[in-house]
């Protein structure tokens, strides 16, 4: 399983666009990378998730170069209720599927 | 609303208690799941069950005891723990563990007290 890194934590203003970068250096062939989000006490949620260049929907952006070995998630116009933990993950598409969470990043939303 | 339902949300419990965790999820997902998450942790995964049949345990004490009656329904079923077993313990499901595009729907958690 590829092991991922990111921040520990980042600031951020509302209104402002974040952007969290995750690196994943051994990412094989047929990894997916998928962003989760949790709030305090809750499950996370899945954000969105890619394979190679760039995935948008209604709530964010994931860019992959193309070697593949980062991606970053980018959060436009972030807002109050956008404060949690953001979570990076790499999975395989083929055979048991298992996801390994690490410690993610904890973004904070000031007014 | 995440289609994945837990009960209770809260539970305290003695060491010598024997308690049961349940997951419903409404999705008519194939693959259900049961993570750990302690303070200041990564989330573990526990269990996965897929089409009823478990296909992961990882490393988890006999203390605890899942159970997947059907593909809707999961839980896990808890004796004699210990105060470090205290935690948030959730529940997710996919549609199949097969497919690495697999979103997982997570539910809303127990958190477990152990006394």
């Known amino acids: 399983l590829a092991k991922t890194t990111q921040p520990i934590s980042m600031d951020s203003y509302e209104g402002q666009e974040v952007n969290i970068t995750c690196s994943h250096n051994?990412?094989?062939?047929?990894?997916?990378i998928t962003w989760y989000q949790q709030f305090p006490s809750q499950g996370p949620r899945f954000i969105i998730q890619?394979?190679?260049t760039k995935v948008t929907n209604e709530v964010a952006s994931l860019f992959i170069p193309a070697d593949r070995k980062s991606s970053t998630l980018s959060l436009p116009r972030v807002s109050l209720s956008d404060t949690a933990v953001y979570y990076c993950?790499?999975?395989?598409?083929?055979?048991?599927?298992?996801?390994?969470f690490g410690t993610g990043t904890r973004l904070l939303v000031s007014p | 609303e995440t289609g994945v339902t837990q009960t209770p949300r809260h539970l305290v419990m003695g060491m010598t208690n024997k308690k049961s965790l349940k997951c419903e999820q409404h999705?008519?997902?194939?693959?259900m799941y049961w993570y750990k998450q302690s303070a200041k942790k990564p989330l573990e995964l526990m269990f996965v069950?897929?089409?009823?049949?478990?296909?992961e345990n990882n490393s988890v004490p006999s203390r605890f005891s899942p159970e997947c009656p059907n593909s809707s329904h999961l839980f896990l079923h808890l004796h004699t723990l210990q105060p470090e077993d205290s935690a948030l313990y959730l529940c997710?499901?996919?549609?199949?563990?097969?497919?690495?595009?697999?979103?997982?729907?997570f539910g809303p958690g127990t958190r477990l007290t152990v006394t």
């Open positions: 997710a499901s996919s549609q199949d563990t097969g497919k690495g595009g697999d979103e997982q729907y």
């Open positions: 051994n990412i094989a062939t047929n990894d997916y």
């Open positions: 890619g394979y190679k």
């Open positions: 993950l790499v999975n395989m598409n083929t055979g048991f599927q298992k996801l390994v």
């Open positions: 999705l008519g997902h194939n693959a």
């Open positions: 069950y897929n089409f009823k049949e478990q296909t």
